[in-house]
């Protein structure tokens, strides 16, 4: 056998038994949201259990929501385990891109890439989350209210022919982009005395400013159920609920609003 054939069968020997590279693609079960601060999240993914061996050192991350690249901040470190496997990163709500607006809100598919040092995909976490879902998507609810929308100053006022409301609602938006909204259509609640409903006129929230945004409507007393001046009398919260429609660019997207705040 010729010196040159022996390395060829050698090379292609090494080529025959090179192990090929681990990869893993994993489904998300649920989403963890946290706020670090009004401007920025901290997220924590939970997928589905993996061992993690073979795979290579992940040295970059993405995100996407529904094909949108969503920039993230931290080093990707992935934990492994048999209960789950782990991604945690923070995103700053000024870099979101605006085209986030126009993600269907009832399910957003989430897809988060980790890549080697060569920029090869080495782990994928994929799944489709439903916002209304609080076993698979987690926030700090209450917080969150307080920080982004709270209802100030909410007066029910009962006349001789009518029922008067009045409210402050304060809007942050922490986006880097102007927040147009086309109107807000929204019920008033006292207890769970329904009191009237009301569209307020369109309104724009500019990125890092807190909007104040003035809510009045009255109703007939005719047309009010029967319980809400004994609502009003024991000293019961007032509930805004409705339904923030947004200008997107792919149309308009509604989304879902609850406010509370003390009767006065």
Same mark, same amino acid.
């Given at each position: ?14 080529? /025959? ?16 949201? *946290? %706020?670090? /601060? ?6 924590? %993914? ?26 993230? +901040?931290? *080093?990707?470190?992935?934990?492994? #385990? ?8 923070e995103v700053d709500l000024k870099a979101v891109p605006e085209s986030v607006l126009g993600i269907p809100f009832e399910l957003v598919p989430v897809r988060w890439e980790g890549r080697d040092a060569s920029g090869n995909?080495? %782990?994928?976490?994929? #799944? *489709? ?30 006349? %001789?022919?009518?029922?008067?409301? +009045? ?43 807190? /909007? ?7 109703? /007939? ?8 001046? #004994?609502?009003?009398? #024991? ?16 149309? *308009?997207?509604?989304v879902p609003i609850r406010l509370v705040g003390a009767v006065r």
């Amino acid at each position: 056998m010729t010196p040159l054939l022996t390395l060829l069968l050698a090379g292609q020997a090494a080529v /025959s038994v090179a192990a090929p590279a681990v990869t893993a693609s994993l489904s998300l079960d649920r989403v963890t949201v *946290e %706020l670090a /601060s009004r401007d920025r999240l901290r997220v924590d %993914l939970a997928a589905a259990p993996f061992d993690g061996k073979g795979l290579a050192p992940v040295r970059s991350q993405r995100l996407l929501l529904a094909d949108i690249p969503v920039p993230v +901040q931290g *080093e990707p470190q992935p934990e492994f #385990g048999n209960a789950r496997t782990r991604i945690a990163f923070e995103v700053d709500l000024k870099a979101v891109p605006e085209s986030v607006l126009g993600i269907p809100f009832e399910l957003v598919p989430v897809r988060w890439e980790g890549r080697d040092a060569s920029g090869n995909l080495v %782990l994928t976490v994929a #799944g *489709e989350i439903d916002p209304n879902d609080r076993n698979r998507l987690v926030v700090p609810a209450e917080e969150l209210a307080k920080t982004y929308a709270h209802l100030d100053d909410a007066r029910i006022v009962p006349g %001789l022919a009518e029922v008067a409301f +009045q409210g402050l609602l304060r809007l942050y938006n922490p986006f880097g982009f102007d927040l147009v909204v086309t109107r807000f259509d929204y019920a008033v609640k006292v207890g769970d005395a329904p009191v009237m409903r009301g569209v307020r006129p369109g309104f724009r929230l500019r990125p890092g400013v807190t /909007s104040d945004v003035l809510l009045e409507q009255s109703a /007939s007393l005719a047309d009010v159920a029967a319980g809400v001046v #004994g609502a009003l009398v #024991g000293g019961q919260k007032v509930a805004v609920d409705g339904t923030v429609v947004l200008r997107a660019p792919t149309g *308009e997207q509604a989304v879902p609003i609850r406010l509370v705040g003390a009767v006065r």
